[in-house]
């Protein structure tokens, strides 16, 4: 069954042969058993490295191959109908096969012919975050990748991020980490359900304290909502085909706003864009926050700056340290530095002992300390300590 649903393979009249599409009848699948299929990649990647590009984003990477049989997928035994049908398949033959590892390694040889050039995965599978580290550890395998581990979580929990880094210690990959993309409702909908900026910032926070390479999706430095999309003007056909009264992936993928004036908020000179502005993105934009000290705009740019100033958040290791409940605890270090970052999940005021000394990096919502070795967290609260 396709993504984005009905069967995977269409009649074609012209060729009198069906064919194999993972995702849209217009995105038909290459056939990577054939080795000048495989050579044509290369010569198309080898194109652009030529012209300088800085390396790819490969997108669901893990697909390129199928069992060579086209052998049925296996059902899933579901306790309710799954929303598409694609989830009724466990998918065994057509996604994660072993030769897409040799491919991946042909494209990073490649790849590596050329200074300071980058490849990066969107690896979707079940289970994710073993299938990321498959992709990514070893010289023959791409420099990073990204899961939908972060990307299809409904709760920010710290047992979710914690597992996400307590998964990659000692791997001898690199992840890549993101709270949302053009696939998924917007993560300020998605994972900040109370509404309150706050809380943004704290997910943001900890998005940025992570180990590994991080996205930041368009408009999240601004704490965007989900848009609301009128089912006429919706684009995306899976949007429009899986189509239950919310905007989907549209939701996502509505103008960013530069300015809370103007027809389309500073995006265009003109009123009419691909997707329709959500007026309520206007008090968001980026020239509203400029300059606030307290905007998520500008708390973003200082994790930004933090992060760049910090070998142990942009090279260091991760170690998940012991907290009560609803907070998430873990320590980055790095040559000698050694950073805690500390942040309260659940909306509820917690205590963390900070175990003596320690200089405040960044903080979130008033955290503070109440003696020479707690630190009290308000809800959502959280810091970036340097231990002395």
């Given at each position: 069954?396709?993504?984005?649903?009905g069967?995977?393979?269409?009649?074609?009249?012209?060729?009198?042969?069906?064919?194999?599409?993972?995702?849209?009848?217009?995105?038909?699948?290459?056939?990577?058993?054939?080795?000048?299929?495989?050579?044509?990649?290369l010569?198309?990647?080898?194109?652009?490295?030529?012209?300088?590009?800085?390396?790819?984003?490969?997108?669901?990477i893990?697909?390129?191959?199928?069992?060579?049989?086209?052998?049925?997928?296996?059902?899933?035994?579901?306790k309710r109908?799954?929303?598409?049908?694609?989830?009724?398949?466990?998918?065994?033959?057509?996604?994660?096969?072993p030769?897409?590892?040799?491919?991946?390694?042909?494209?990073?040889?490649?790849?590596?012919?050329?200074d300071?050039?980058m490849t990066?995965?969107?690896?979707?599978?079940?289970?994710?975050?073993?299938?990321?580290?498959?992709?990514?550890?070893?010289?023959?395998?791409?420099?990073?990748?990204?899961?939908?581990?972060?990307?299809?979580?409904?709760?920010?929990?710290?047992?979710?991020?914690?597992?996400?880094?307590?998964?990659?210690?000692?791997?001898?990959?690199?992840?890549?980490?993101?709270?949302?993309?053009?696939?998924v409702?917007?993560?300020a909908?998605?994972?900040?359900?109370?509404?309150?900026?706050?809380?943004?910032?704290?997910?943001?926070?900890?998005?940025?304290?992570?180990?590994?390479?991080?996205?930041?999706?368009?408009?999240?430095?601004?704490?965007?909502?989900?848009?609301?999309?009128?089912?006429?003007a919706?684009?995306?056909?899976?949007?429009?085909?899986?189509?239950?009264?919310?905007?989907?992936?549209?939701?996502?993928?509505?103008?960013?706003?530069?300015?809370?004036?103007?027809?389309?908020?500073?995006?265009?000179?003109?009123?009419?864009?691909w997707?329709?502005?959500?007026?309520?993105h206007?008090?968001?934009?980026?020239?509203?926050?400029?300059?606030?000290?307290?905007s998520?705009?500008?708390?973003?740019?200082?994790?930004?700056?933090?992060?760049?100033?910090?070998a142990?958040?942009?090279?260091?290791?991760?170690?998940?340290l012991?907290?009560?409940?609803?907070v998430?605890?873990?320590?980055?270090?790095?040559?000698?530095?050694?950073?805690?970052?500390?942040?309260?999940?659940?909306?509820?005021?917690?205590?963390?002992?900070?175990?003596?000394?320690?200089?405040?990096?960044?903080?979130?919502?008033?955290?503070?300390?109440?003696?020479?070795?707690?630190?009290?967290?308000?809800?959502?609260?959280g810091?970036?300590?340097?231990?002395?």
């Amino acid at each position: 069954m396709a993504v984005f649903g009905g069967p995977s393979w269409t009649w074609s009249p012209r060729r009198r042969q069906y064919y194999l599409h993972n995702f849209l009848t217009e995105q038909p699948d290459l056939n990577y058993w054939n080795p000048d299929v495989q050579d044509a990649i290369l010569d198309v990647a080898r194109f652009w490295l030529d012209r300088g590009v800085d390396g790819f984003r490969l997108d669901v990477i893990n697909f390129i191959f199928h069992d060579r049989d086209l052998a049925d997928n296996p059902p899933v035994d579901l306790k309710r109908p799954a929303a598409m049908p694609t989830l009724f398949q466990k998918h065994v033959h057509d996604r994660s096969r072993p030769q897409a590892l040799a491919f991946v390694a042909r494209l990073r040889g490649l790849t590596d012919r050329y200074d300071d050039r980058m490849t990066v995965g969107e690896i979707v599978d079940d289970p994710p975050l073993v299938r990321q580290l498959e992709y990514t550890c070893g010289p023959d395998r791409l420099h990073t990748a990204y899961s939908f581990f972060l990307l299809a979580a409904k709760a920010a929990t710290p047992e979710l991020f914690a597992e996400a880094l307590t998964s990659w210690a000692g791997a001898v990959g690199w992840p890549s980490w993101s709270l949302g993309n053009h696939d998924v409702e917007r993560f300020a909908s998605r994972l900040a359900g109370s509404g309150d900026p706050t809380q943004v910032k704290t997910l943001l926070a900890v998005l940025l304290t992570l180990r590994g390479t991080i996205f930041l999706y368009q408009g999240e430095e601004l704490g965007l909502r989900q848009a609301k999309v009128p089912f006429e003007a919706l684009r995306d056909p899976f949007a429009i085909a899986e189509y239950t009264g919310g905007s989907g992936r549209d939701g996502a993928r509505t103008p960013m706003p530069w300015s809370p004036d103007g027809p389309s908020a500073g995006f265009s000179t003109t009123a009419a864009t691909w997707l329709p502005l959500d007026p309520m993105h206007r008090p968001l934009a980026v020239a509203a926050q400029e300059g606030d000290p307290t905007s998520v705009l500008e708390f973003v740019r200082g994790l930004i700056l933090l992060r760049r100033s910090s070998a142990a958040l942009r090279l260091g290791d991760a170690k998940v340290l012991a907290a009560g409940p609803g907070v998430l605890a873990f320590e980055r270090s790095w040559a000698g530095e050694r950073l805690v970052c500390v942040f309260e999940l659940r909306g509820s005021e917690a205590e963390f002992p900070i175990g003596g000394a320690a200089e405040f990096l960044s903080v979130v919502s008033g955290a503070e300390r109440i003696d020479a070795g707690v630190l009290r967290l308000p809800p959502y609260g959280g810091a970036v300590l340097r231990r002395e």
